[in-house]
T-cell receptor, first 115, second 111 residues
Framework: NAGVTQTPKFRILKIGQSMTLQCTQDMNHNYMYWYRQDPGMGLKLIYYSVGAGITDKGEVPNGYNVSRSTTEDFPLRLELAAPSQTSVYFC??????????????FGPGTRLTVT | QKEVEQDPGPLSVPEGAIVSLNCTYS??????FMWYRQYSRKGPELLMYTYSSGNKEDGRFTAQVDKSSKYISLFIRDSQPSDSATYLCAMSARSNYQLIWGAGTKLIIKP
């Protein structure tokens, strides 16, 4: 079991460029999440998905888009990158609703710098 | 005011000491309380989970929730250098997907 994998590990983008952060889980989890982590700010939820074909906004969705065509994959799209999107991005998954939604399994993160 | 407040540290203690990590919160509707541990350059991993008030123990770790004071704690007994990490508290108002996270406390255990 690889768990949650994310690619790339690091990326530098120029202002206005676009990119997709990839996330895959092999645990057959229904719920998946995208967070960003800024220094001293904790984790902020960007988007989440409760199953294939179902996505919804979290706390900080502006400037991002997601899709979930399969149970395993949950890519995050950045359009028109801005310096404010410089952050560490984590993908996570959990089995389902209730208590199991609190046991979230995280990927290793993608460190993104926008200059 | 943030919904969840957590001192970022760093907190540096000698090996073998008892460590106390804390979070305060403002939303009285929070019922589910978690502690996650995050090693440097890694994703967080769930350490402890508590529902409502009370204590929960797991080996050297004890999680405590005081809803009347809106205060949660994580105690680490016989601390080891391998406990050096950032500890994040997280909480939720109901049984759903969305966790509200503290900023994390960086803990350093000196050999």
């Amino acid at each position: 079991n690889a768990g949650v994998t994310q690619t790339p590990k690091f990326r530098i983008l120029k202002i206005g460029q676009s990119m997709t952060l990839q996330c895959t889980q092999d645990m057959n989890h229904n719920y998946m999440y995208w967070y960003r982590q800024d220094p001293g700010m904790g984790l902020k939820l960007i988007y989440y998905s409760v199953g294939a074909g179902i996505t919804d906004k979290g706390e900080v969705p502006n400037g991002y888009n997601v899709s979930r065509s399969t149970t395993e994959d949950f890519p995050l799209r950045l359009e028109l990158a801005a310096p404010s999107q410089t952050s560490v991005y984590f993908c996570a998954s959990s089995l389902g609703a209730g208590r199991s939604s609190y046991e979230q399994y995280f990927g290793p993160g993608t460190r993104l710098t926008v200059t | 005011q943030k919904e969840v407040e957590q001192d970022p540290g760093p907190l540096s203690v000698p090996e073998g000491a008892i460590v106390s990590l804390n979070c305060t919160y403002s939303n009285s509707a929070f019922q589910y309380f978690m502690w996650y541990r995050q090693y440097s350059r890694k994703g967080p991993e769930l350490l402890m989970y508590t529902y409502s008030s009370g204590n929960k123990e797991d080996g050297r770790f004890t999680a405590q929730v005081d809803k009347s004071s809106k205060y949660i704690s994580l105690f680490i007994r016989d601390s080891q250098p391998s406990d050096s990490a950032t500890y994040l508290c997280a909480m939720s108002a109901r049984s759903n997907y969305q966790l509200i996270w503290g900023a994390g406390t960086k803990l350093i255990i000196k050999p």
